[in-house]
């Protein structure tokens, strides 16, 4: 090379040199499993898996203080739901920390929930529904820490 490396001195050095290769490979697999599921499948089992965290909202959820922040018209919501609750932080804290559920905290009132078509599965979203109910309703989520933390 014709000079000596001299990196970013910010974030930005991660930018230059070449991804890993089992990254890569990944990454195609991934592609692969994807275009062999197709889109318009991945695009309906979506709409499902949200349109089952909606009703399970409105049956179990609603009657907690719950309210849908989401769109309820599934063109309009993608493969998220937001559930805006007055205590979503600790609520968020409590399914990560007691729960085995990974959702997103968004500021100020909402506990965002993805689903990722390829692979998360009806009975995934109801579990993950019900331990929410669950921690809830058994006031979990009162005993975590509520100071502000890392984004979630």
Request: proline share 8%; no cysteine.
């Amino acid at each position: 090379m014709e000079r000596p490396y001299d990196p970013e001195p910010s974030i930005r050095r991660f930018l230059a040199g070449t991804p890993p290769i089992l990254g890569l490979a990944a990454v195609e697999e991934g592609a692969r499993l994807t275009a062999q599921a197709g889109i318009g499948a991945l695009h309906a089992k979506a709409i499902d898996l949200t349109e089952l965290i909606v009703a399970l909202h409105d049956a179990w959820l609603a009657p907690l203080g719950f309210a849908l922040a989401s769109p309820r018209d599934p063109a309009r919501r993608g493969s998220h739901v937001s559930l805006r609750h007055a205590d979503a932080w600790r609520i968020t804290r409590a399914l990560v920390e007691r729960a085995d559920v990974i959702p997103d905290f968004r500021g100020p009132d909402s506990v965002r929930l993805g689903v990722a078509p390829l692979y998360t599965r009806h009975a995934d979203v109801w579990d993950a529904m019900d331990r929410l109910r669950g921690l809830v309703e058994r006031g979990e989520h009162t005993s975590v820490d509520s100071r502000p933390g890392r984004v979630t």
